[in-house]
């Protein structure tokens, strides 16, 4: 069951190259290639591979369900391999728990330095010179007197600081882009957009992200998975682009992002 072939097969009969349906369906070249030949570690993670699978299913007019379905059953489930690969291993019978007596020597040890920084405090603490006492007239040693006069001298008070600036910061000017889109993701998504024919993004971004993007002419967006977004268009809440799992691709122009919906 070669998936793979039946998707080449169908793209040629409708005589596609490789690069048209590139242009078509904004999957890239390699990613196509990679399906046709049945190359799942090429293809991105899910929900984004099956997303890029049933978008070449249906630009080819193949049931995009069963195609899904098949392709993905060509390879073998990771949890079956993890157990097959965990069933191989097994415990080295050879190694064996260190002696008892490495602990008791390591103890041992531990003890002696112990003893030994005791008797070197001891002998600094013998020859600490004795504090200085009162003589028998009562009067205090010179350095002592002088020290305790200058503490009952008055303190003059510092200079007061001058007071801090209580000018307001300006606040930030908004973008002044025609079209200002701002996405926030709940789970990984899959994003790619162009702005002014440039390109924007083009990878998986994290949940709990945020992107700005920015144009002056057209904004052209493709979600892997449009229930994992939601975003704003020129400051307005437009909600989540799809439902969750559905390829979903926009095009923003300035009349379209200044009429979209609150």
């Not at 046709?36 to 995009?64: C, I, K, M, W």
């Not at 144009?215 to 704003?232: K, N, P």
Request: overall charge negative; proline content about 10%.
């Amino acid at each position: 069951m070669d998936i793979g072939a039946q998707l080449r097969g169908a793209r040629e009969a409708k005589g596609l190259s490789i690069g048209t349906l590139a242009e078509r369906t904004r999957v890239p070249v390699r990613t196509l290639a990679a399906i046709e030949r049945n190359d799942q570690s090429a293809l991105p993670p899910h929900p984004f591979g099956r997303g890029f699978v049933r978008t070449y299913a249906e630009e080819v007019h193949l049931d995009p369900d069963r195609v899904v379905r098949d392709f993905f059953a060509q390879f073998p489930s990771p949890i079956a391999s993890a157990t097959a690969s965990s069933t191989l291993e097994t415990p080295d019978e050879s190694w064996q728990p260190p002696s008892r007596w490495i602990g008791m020597g390591t103890a041992v040890a531990i003890l002696l330095v112990v003893v030994a920084a005791a008797a070197v405090l001891g002998r600094r603490d013998d020859r600490a010179p004795a504090p200085d006492t009162v003589g028998t007239t009562g009067a205090l040693p010179a350095a002592t007197a002088s020290s305790a006069t200058a503490r009952s001298e008055p303190v003059a008070p510092a200079d007061t600081p001058p007071a801090a600036s209580t000018t307001p910061t300006p606040p930030a000017q908004a973008p002044s882009a025609a079209i200002h889109v701002v996405l926030s993701t709940s789970r990984p998504c899959w994003i790619a957009a162009t702005a002014d024919g440039r390109q924007a993004i083009y990878r998986i971004v994290p949940s709990g992200a945020r992107e700005t993007l920015l144009a002056d002419r057209e904004l052209t967006i493709r979600f892997g998975d449009a229930g994992a977004v939601t975003w704003t268009i020129n400051g307005r809440d437009a909600g989540r682009p799809g439902e969750d799992g559905a390829v979903r691709d926009v095009h923003l122009t300035p009349d379209s992002a200044a009429n979209a919906r609150d």
